[in-house]
């Protein structure tokens, strides 16, 4: 099975900080990497597929970056609804191996 | 619009099965694969297994291969997951997912069925 590492774990951030949270898998996805964001007490929304590409609905402020092994989530400007905790996924072999997640929290 | 509504919650004993139901509407449900995933208390998402919703060709995730079955009815456009030999650690939040293809992502997704697992 493909192992998919993020990091960091936990991160403290102000309202219109540039964050960026990195994916790493154990082998080769292509760009096979999607992104998600999940609230508690909800089910994950995505966010970002194919590694870069923005899913409909999604504000431009977020984006996606990287192929092979490593990539990055990156937020331009956080506004208050952006704390959350996010996930990465590939999707290039089954099973379709999810990261433990970043939680994102106001400093 | 595009939505999938699950079954309620449910509370199960050790060695019991449950069977949670995902209605898919808004989408031409055979041109789509419908997974499963799940999240314990506190921990990460885990992806269980998937169906392609035109053909029913399924892929499990090895530790669930002997407990799990993913099948769907066309008619009722409905996809349904079926756990079974349930122990503690089942218990979970159960999510189906619609996919496009393996490049899209799950683009949509349930609300959640709780499965509590108690004696």
């Known amino acids: 099975d493909i192992q998919m590492t993020q990091s960091p774990s936990s991160l403290s951030a102000s309202v219109g900080d540039r964050v960026s949270i990195t994916c790493r898998a154990s082998?080769?996805?292509?760009?096979?990497l999607n992104w998600y964001q999940q609230k508690p007490g909800k089910a994950p929304n995505l966010l970002i597929y194919a590694a870069s590409s923005l899913q409909s609905g999604v504000p431009s402020r977020f984006s996606g970056s990287g192929s092979g092994t490593d990539f990055t989530l990156t937020i331009s400007s956080l506004q208050p609804e952006d704390f959350a905790t996010y996930y990465c996924?590939?999707?290039?072999?089954?099973?379709?191996?999810f990261g433990q997640g970043t939680k994102l929290e106001i400093k | 619009q595009v939505q999938l509504v699950q079954s309620g919650a449910e509370v199960k004993k050790p060695g019991a099965s449950v069977k949670v139901s995902c209605k898919a509407s808004g989408y031409i449900f055979t041109r789509y694969a419908m997974h499963w995933v799940r999240q314990a208390p506190g921990q990460r998402l885990e992806w269980m297994g998937w169906?392609?919703?035109?053909?029913?060709?399924?892929n499990y995730l090895q530790k669930f291969q002997d407990r799990v079955t993913i099948t769907r009815d066309t008619s009722a456009t409905t996809t349904y997951m079926e756990l079974s030999s349930l122990r503690s650690e089942d218990t979970a939040v159960y999510y189906c997912a619609s996919s496009r293809g393996d490049y899209y992502g799950m683009d949509v997704w349930g609300q959640g069925t709780t499965v509590t697992v108690s004696s």
């Open positions: 082998q080769t996805i292509s760009s096979h």
């Open positions: 169906i392609s919703a035109g053909n029913g060709n399924t």
């Open positions: 996924q590939q999707s290039y072999s089954t099973p379709h191996t």
